[in-house]
């Protein structure tokens, strides 16, 4: 079977997995990444680890990389990761060297959603955005079937666009960003701030320390009918579908899709989503807003969709091609934009030969 890999490089951890045409994942291993502080190169050798780990003697076809951070618009470089040590580094041509196959390179918003379009939630669906409300929030923008990177690779960051003036200040040095309102972080600081110094659910939960407080426990919460909880989700959904109705004026997609830590809470996350969206999209009242659904794939999306971009290079076909593209020049330089150009849906439908034969 010819062997495909994608890696989640994530800030704390490398997970990669063996991925099957069918977008199941056979065989993982995981490595510890130590974060921003060490080497490069020992975060090159974990992913190496693990990639071999996966491989286990076998020839790789080929290996996607989801790297929580950003990527240029070549899918070449990791330019700046808040939890990796890389900046600027070519991170695809180098791994591909090292590994002796073809390796594709994307940050892990992208990769998630090409694994929900092909596979998940958002499957046969050809304009979709993509949101990841983890500790922040992740964005992605699928339009035509196709992913939208923009002239420099830093589409769909949708997380810092400023939604309150002079609102409250963030990580990346502005105010106000949405992402602020609306993500795990959000969630658990209206959890903090309304804490009931009484008995409740949530009390007990972090026994009686606001501090102790994290995502998970506000979601067991909601569910057990803790009210504090539920209004966190009230709250985090309503600022989740204002954002969405902007972005539903802008791109008009077919569909949402809510992935992430936060979106375990289902429809308690996203019925007053849906609403807020209805009512904020332009032409409320004259057109049907975008589905908002829950992501399927879980935190195996990112390595899905990697291996699966990893799949769609024309150049990817064989580890043996990148070994006589690297003999012959000296230098291995693989096409980077062959496989961004891919079509990132797989085929559903085979030709009609019956019609061409009679054209
Ligand atoms: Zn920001």
Redesign the pocket.
Known sequence: MVLYIGVDVGGTKVLAGEVTRAGTVVRTARRSTPGRRVSVASVEDALTEAVLDVAAGRRIAGVGLAAAGFVDAAGERVMFAPHLPWAGERVRERLSRRWGAPVALDNDANCAAVAETAFGAARGSSSALMITLGTGIGGAIVMAGQLVRGAQGMAGEF??MQVVPDGRN??????G?W??YCSGNALVRFARAHLDPGPSILTDLCDARPEQLTGPMVTAAAEQGDPVAGQAFAAIGEWLGVGLGGLTSAFDPELVVVGGGVSAAGDRLLEPARAALARTVVGAGHRTPPQVVGARLGPEAGLIGAALLSRSARWAGSARSARTARSVRGVQTIGAGDYRSGVIKPRRRRPDRGARGSS
Do not use: A, I, L, V
Request: a negative charge; aromatic letters at 0%; proline letters at 0%.
């Open positions: 997380g810092h963030c990580e990346c040095g502005m105010s960003c992402e602020q």
